[in-house]
Structure formats: C-alpha cells, structure tokens
C-alpha cells in the first residue's frame, strides 16, 4: 500500500488557463490559514493570490489537480503553467518570497523522499495537531486583494 498520501504523483502537474502565483490551501485548517498569513506577510506585491479549497475556484483547481475537495491532502502553486503540489509547493512559494530563497536552498538538499514524507505526515494529521475551524476566515479588506475571486471558467 502507498503510505504516502493521496497526492497524484509526485512532481510538477500540467495545468492551462490558471495564472502564475495561485496558492490552494485548505480554508479551514488552522496551519494552512498560518501559511496563508506567513506568505501575505512576506508578498507585499501580492504576486501570490490565493484560493481555499472550499471555495468555488479552489473546488475546481482541486479537481484538475487530482485532489479529494472533501479530504485535501495537499496545497498547491502554479507556475508556468505548472502545478506544485505538497512539499513542491511549499519550495516553489519559499524560493519566490523575498529574502526566503536561502531557506528554501536549504530545504532542497533534504532528499525528496524525506521532505515528502514528512509533509505527509504532518498533512495526514494537520487537524489533530493543529486544529481546525467550521468555515473558511474572512479576511480583511487589506487581505482581498491576495484572494483569487474569478469564478473557474467553464470546462
């Protein structure tokens, strides 16, 4: 049995039509909402626009990407009109973010299987240690413009 988690593979997804910086996260879990928090902090620009799973376009990126809406196991990027999902996702967001490259060096010299590995476990029990909420945040006014609000186009 495949004790990694339901991620579709590993490595970059193919994805058209969805643009460079989107971030889907998990609305409800409490660490994935620390994530969001950590990357707005750090994307004055606001070149990262994020989406919740639980949201409508984040439903419909679930699905491209081969994830369960119902039991994400994974966040995602994109870039170049690829996907990155789990550990790859959180390089790829690391690497972009000013003054975090070094970091994300760093973490590129753990072996893949290492970082996949604990990112699964920390994603298969993300609720138990870190909590969870009924509904996604509100965010603040200043907090919008971070949020992908287009409705998915129409496949």
């Known amino acids: 049995m495949d004790d990694r988690g339901p991620i579709p593979g590993r490595g970059p997804v193919p994805i058209a ?10 609305g409800v879990c409490v660490f994935c909402s620390a994530w969001f928090h950590f990357i707005v902090a750090r994307d004055p620009q606001a070149r990262f626009r ?7 376009y984040g439903h419909w990126l679930a699905l491209r990407l081969g994830l369960d809406p119902a039991n994400p196991q994974a ?11 789990g550990a790859d996702a959180a390089l ?3 690497r972009r973010l000013p003054g975090w490259s070094p970091v994300a060096t760093l973490m590129a010299l753990v072996p893949r299987s290492m970082r996949d ?11 138990r240690l870190f909590g969870r909420t009924e509904t996604c945040m509100v965010p603040a006014p200043a907090l919008r413009r ?4 287009d409705l998915p186009p129409r496949d």
């Open 17 to 26: 039509g969805v643009p460079d910086g989107v971030v889907l996260y998990d």
């Open 146 to 149: 971070h949020l992908v609000s």
């Open 75 to 85: 966040n995602a990027v994109v870039f170049g009109g690829q996907a990155y999902l």
């Open 117 to 127: 590995w604990l990112y699964d476990r920390v994603a298969r029990n993300r609720y």
């Open 92 to 94: 790829q967001i690391m």
């Open 50 to 56: 994020f989406t919740a799973i639980q949201d409508p």
